[in-house]
């Protein structure tokens, strides 16, 4: 058992063991608190693929975000107003069907963008991913069927195989089981010979395409699926608050969930959870010391990136070793 | 809709154009000699705004207000350089990223804890007030024109500084091969701080001069930041003579875009349907725009091929 | 040591005994660039707690940020953990909007001290919302009768292309019966307004309309008070409130604004708030600080009158509005919605310091538009 397994287990038992005991005693916030560092770790960990393994710096994920978010909003509207869809198709409540929308539109959205980004690299991949994000932020806030910029609130939360979800611990752990699922899916592909090859896309694309695989191919594949882990994060953020709006679009979403990551351990496999609980865990502290504590929480990541270099992941785990 | 208006829009795209170049050309300068991306660029550039707003209100002379805004930027750029950035040289962009998203946080709420959440009084001086005549009757705010020539100047100084002076030798030495230069003996730690202190000073000139028209509050920067950033990829990372182009460029499109499309889609929509889609377009132009120029030029337009 | 817990046994028993206390939960923003008008909201609210004295309002703060997300969770944390009675102090329209319907469906009864959507006063109205300020199209729709009023027989009108703003110059057409030049939608947050003001020129049109609040109305005022532009100025309030006049300057002399509220009111509660407001906080309120307090004596009033553990009494209580507000006399109409005068006030320099004062009344006891859509009697 490497360290790193051991770090691993521990953080994913205790994500899951505080909200059980915090339902126990009686404090439903605390589950809710845990249910936004759930999803924001499985946006991050869908960042992880692209950015970690493939190493392309997209600073438009937000857009996967908000497109899934959006998409299951949408449905959502209309189920409970009934107006019809084009295609014929209706609204829906239920939560597998809004999670396959989710998936499909951000997958689409992915495509799109990943094959007309993917034609650039560097510091220019990064600008033209987060153009890309921009204009679907400005699109949604000028689109006034769906409320423009003051977003579209959904008054219910949707249902799953008749279970309970308005209950807080229920919804978390449909959550938890999500990113379960997305963790073991990023472990899966990270030692495939599909994740091997994007890896070495990342080193040296010269040598792996003399090798004779295409690395474009790889990168794209690699794109979609980050593209849509994080568009299904869109769609539970939008069920946990109940309201989608462009704020899922911004930039400045794409930013944080990129300090998730690297905050975490770039690359790691739990790297995006340590990530976005470190930081939604200090943004809920802070908030009580200072009303200035965006700064506070400025200087500690600052001391993140000076002094711990590979993430917190890399402070308990050490550097990465490949098993 | 007369040639008059046309004229003055395009004069409002050039002006537009200079206050991002002069954001831009710091911004291009840092990533083309250092490799490094930036991010709290915007913050220096709101370090520039407040410095002019405080002491144009505490002296009352708009020109110590710009000299202080020059000052304060560049001290600010020279002790972030010393303090963080140094550090993050050889690390990867992200690192860069995060270091820099970081500061932003620290300069925002550290600005905030000094001056207030309220906005700052920065005016333009009685000097510069007013509109001018130009030739065929068009009435052009006189600052405006100001802003226009100090940005050309700036511009040529700029051009001036990298072409014939012995610092600009070591910054073009310093784009192509860094450890080489440092092989020759350059003190690559002082050509750093003092490249970032350049770009820091353009950003806080543009900040003084744009907190002068616009308003001077946290969080000025940010805006500007993204669309700098649009205007180095358009012209190419690393290329002054990008910048300019690009700003120009971006600049031009952003103001005829946000008067033409509105009107253009007028022609076969109803009113207020085409206000609305023409307005929706116009603020996704640039970004079109920069998406468009990196799938036919993936390096910008006057970057080095990679 | 004994003695001492018996004395604090009858001590808590002897509270205990008295009227309930009311926990408030205030969402509001304090951080980056819209924070002056939560700061003020906060002010005026606090400051009117400390002039009733000792009162029983446990008032609970946090900032949102302006980010809808967060003012949800926010939302959720007050009413599942700190378990608050109340909820006030959400500034903007989109947060409201993510956070009201919610929270007034768990039971909790909302006091608007800002934002006034028009969903919230029409058809999704509810019992427990009340909003103390205005509902967002009403110095709008002020605007427009004013025009007409002065006579301006063409207009040109813009705001930024958001909901707020498309449903600013809706008011304002609503009320308005002359010619619209042109109706403009800027860019929200954009800060460079001269291809619009080379517009504003070319029209030829009587007057100007315009919704900008914060750093952009700043932007458009100075630059088109540098452009030579003769021609006048109307907006509504947010763009000239106590907050932003130092920020603009000498360019917002003589803009005609519309507001509920004005520091020169002639009634005691006004001069009251006025001067109080100075001493505790070294600045003149804004409209902003002037809701938050009419919003904490409302919620004081009620106090008096009902016990906040018999809902239906509070409500009712609430309904009655009868407390002395900063505008005189204050009513709510049947969707929870203030019917009330809205004033013309011009710029002026008093003492030195840019400031408001009213030169009219643009609308008396209005209503807004959407009452009769709201189910509520």
Not at chain 1, 234 to 247: I, K, M, Q
Not at chain 3, 78 to 101: E, R
Not at chain 3, 222 to 242: H, M, N, T, W
């Amino acid at each position: 058992m490497t360290r790193e397994r051991i770090v691993n287990a521990f953080l994913w038992l205790a994500l899951l063991v505080v909200p059980l005991a915090a339902a126990q005693m009686g404090q439903p916030y605390i589950v809710s608190l845990a249910t936004k560092v759930v999803i924001l770790a499985l946006a991050a960990t869908g960042l992880n693929l692209a950015l970690g393994l493939g190493g392309m710096v997209s600073f438009g994920h937000a857009a996967f975000f908000g497109v899934g978010g959006y998409a299951a909003g949408i449905l959502m509207n209309h189920a409970t107003t009934g107006a019809a869809l084009p295609f014929g198709l209706s609204g829906t409540n239920q939560m597998i069907a809004l999670w396959l929308a989710a998936l499909v539109a951000s997958g689409l959205a992915a495509l799109v963008i990943g094959a007309l980004s993917l034609r650039t690299s560097g510091v220019y991949f990064i600008m033209i991913t987060l153009a890309f994000a921009q204009m679907f932020y400005y699109f949604a806030i000028s689109w006034p069927a769906y409320g423009g910029e003051d977003g579209l609130s959904l008054f219910v939360r949707s249902q799953f195989l008749g279970v309970n979800t308005f209950d807080p611990l229920n919804f978390f752990l449909i959550c938890f089981a999500l990113l379960s699922l997305a963790l073991l899916l990023s472990a899966t592909l990270a030692r495939s010979r599909f994740g091997i090859a994007l890896q070495a896309t990342r080193q040296n694309p010269q040598r792996v395409e003399a090798l004779g695989i295409r690395p474009y191919r790889l990168r794209l594949t690699a794109f979609v699926i980050s593209g849509m882990i994080t568009g299904l994060a869109g769609a539970l953020y939008a069920d946990l608050n109940r309201f989608v709006s462009p704020a899922m679009l911004d930039w400045h979403l794409s930013g944080e969930i990129i300090v998730f990551v690297i905050l975490g351990g770039m690359g790691r496999l739990m790297g995006p959870i340590a990530g976005a609980a470190l930081f939604i865990v200090m943004e809920h502290k802070l908030g009580g010391i200072s009303e200035y504590w965006k700064a506070l929480l400025g200087l500690l990541l600052l001391g993140v990136v000076l002094f711990a270099r590979g993430g917190i992941i890399g402070l308990l785990a050490g550097k990465l070793r490949h098993v | 809709m007369s040639a008059m208006l046309l004229i003055e829009q395009a004069l409002n795209g050039l002006q537009l154009g200079v206050m991002l170049f002069l954001m831009a050309a710091g911004l291009t300068l840092v990533f083309g000699v250092m490799g490094l991306i930036n991010l709290a660029h915007g913050s220096l550039y709101m370090v520039g705004a407040f410095a002019c707003a405080v002491v144009a209100a505490h002296t009352g002379s708009y020109l110590l207000g710009l000299a202080a805004a020059l000052a304060a930027a560049a001290a600010a750029g020279a002790l972030v350089e010393i303090v963080v950035i140094r550090r993050l040289y050889d690390r990867d962009h992200l690192d860069q990223v995060l270091a820099t998203f970081a500061l932003i946080l620290v300069f925002s709420e550290g600005t905030r804890y000094l001056f207030g959440s309220l906005p700052l009084y920065l005016n333009v001086p009685a000097a510069l007030s007013g509109p001018v005549m130009l030739p065929g009757g068009i009435a052009y705010p006189a600052f405006r024109l100001a802003i226009i020539a100090i940005g050309l100047a700036v511009a040529l100084g700029l051009f001036w500084l990298i072409a014939r002076t012995r610092l600009g030798i070591r910054i073009r030495a310093g784009e192509s091969d860094r450890q080489m230069i440092a092989a020759l003996g350059v003190d690559i730690r002082r050509l750093y701080t003092i490249v970032f202190a350049l770009g820091a000073a353009l950003a806080g000139l543009a900040g003084a001069l744009v907190g002068t028209l616009q308003s001077v509050e946290v969080g000025m920067g940010e805006p500007v930041l993204i669309l700098a950033f649009v205007v180095i990829v358009i012209g190419g990372i690393g290329s002054i003579k990008g910048a300019l182009v690009g700003a120009i460029l971006v600049g031009v499109t952003d103001t005829m875009g946000r008067f033409l499309l509105p009107q253009i889609f007028a022609t076969f929509m109803d009113p207020s349907r085409a206000t609305g889609v023409g307005s929706a377009l116009a603020s996704m132009l640039i970004y079109i725009l920069m998406a468009v120029v990196l799938i036919l030029r993936p390096q910008g337009l006057f970057g080095a091929r990679a | 040591m004994r003695k001492l817990l018996m004395t604090a046994a009858a001590v808590m028993l002897a509270t205990g005994a008295a009227a309930e206390g009311v926990k408030v939960g205030m969402i509001t923003t304090l951080s980056g660039g819209g924070a002056g008008l939560g700061i003020d909201v906060r002010d005026g609210f606090q400051l009117a707690l400390q002039m009733a004295g000792d009162s029983d309002v446990e008032l609970v703060i946090a900032d949102d940020q302006q980010q809808p997300d967060v003012a949800v969770q926010l939302a959720d944390r007050m009413i599942q953990s700190d378990q608050v009675d109340v909820l006030t102090g959400i500034i903007w329209s989109n947060l409201a909007m993510a956070v009201v319907p919610a929270a007034v469906a768990q039971g909790k009864i909302y006091l608007s001290p800002n934002a006034g959507p028009s969903a919230l006063a029409g058809a999704q109205c509810n019992e427990n919302y009340f909003n103390v300020a205005w509902q967002n199209d009403n110095l709008h729709e002020a605007a427009g009768a004013h025009a007409n009023e002065a006579g301006y027989g063409s207009m040109f009108i813009l705001a930024p292309n958001y909901p707020a703003g498309t449903d600013a110059l809706t008011g304002f057409k609503r009320f308005y019966e002359g010619e619209i030049t042109q109706e403009l939608y800027t860019t929200v947050g954009q800060t460079d307004y001269a291809s619009e003001i080379a517009q504003i020129r070319a029209s030829g049109a009587d007057a100007v309309f315009f919704f900008l609040p914060g750093g952009m109305g700043i932007s458009f005022m100075k630059q088109y008070a540098d452009s030579g532009v003769e021609i006048p100025l109307i907006g509504p309030a947010f763009s000239f409130s106590q907050d932003i006049l130092g920020a603009v300057g000498d360019a917002a002399l003589g803009v005609i604004n519309t507001s509920q509220w004005s520091k020169d009111l002639d009634n005691p509660a006004n001069q009251a708030f006025v001067e109080n407001f100075v001493e505790a906080y070294g600045r003149l309120p804004s409209l902003y600080a002037s809701q938050g307090f009419d919003t904490a004596n409302l919620l004081l009033s009620a106090m008096e009158k009902a016990d906040i553990s018999d809902q239906a009494a509070f409500r009712a209580a609430l309904k009655e509005a009868d407390f002395d507000s900063t505008r005189g006399e204050f009513r709510f109409g049947n969707n929870n919605h203030p019917i009330q005068n809205i004033y013309v006030r011009e710029v002026i320099m008093e003492d030195g310091v840019l400031t408001n004062r009213i030169v009219g009344t643009a609308l008396t006891d209005h209503q807004d538009a959407y009452a009769a859509d709201c189910p509520l009697p």
